[in-house]
């Protein structure tokens, strides 16, 4: 069985010595506890352990579990693949989309923020860091390009900063003594991204990414147990 509640402290152990370790205020780093395939009532168990925050990558899940959860505390940040034609369902129902990565999707975004009054809506722009065919996000190159295009022309929208998930290979090999070069670019990029927020870390690389600067850290499996 799992027991959450451990999971849970243990993970928040790991980011608080990290922070330490870093040198930098605890208050920084932001856990989103990521939901995916896992039901309402863990969600429930969690945030009886204090959390509200909660990421899902399905927009069909998202809702069935916003809904059923409506009332409380809880927020949902959708941080999976988008498709246009779910984009007014995602934004209504998550309170932040961290996977944005196109000009399509940011004027859906910002039409159905103002739509349902959910302007200014905060979104990241996703990287895709290591140019890996199978995975969604922008090089660096567009990434700031149209970084400049949302500041400029999308007051509907709150630009955050960067969402990343680095190559595993280079992910899995990073240590907190030992930052990658490719996270030091990423980190990089973020600080001229919007507001300078860096969504980075899952639980194999989250002290490397708390010291590269990282203010959001995506944990499902060390919280949640495994997603058979
Ligand atoms: C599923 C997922 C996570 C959490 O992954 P775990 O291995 O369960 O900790 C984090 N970020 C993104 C984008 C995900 O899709």
Redesign the pocket.
Known sequence: MTNIKENLERTQKRIHDACIAARRPIEEVELLA?S?KHSVQSIREVMGLGLSRF?E?YAQEMLQKQEELSGTQSEFVF??QLQSNKIQRIVRAAAEIQTVSSIKHVRLIAKYAKATGKAPYPIYLILNAGDEPQKAGLNFKDLEALSLEVTENYPELTLKGVMC?PPASIATSASIDNIPELYKKIKDLSLKVGQGKLSLG??HDLETAIKTGSTCV?????IFGSRD
């Open positions: 990521v995916k990421g990558n941080i999976g998930i899952m639980s995506r944990i499902g499996t060390d």
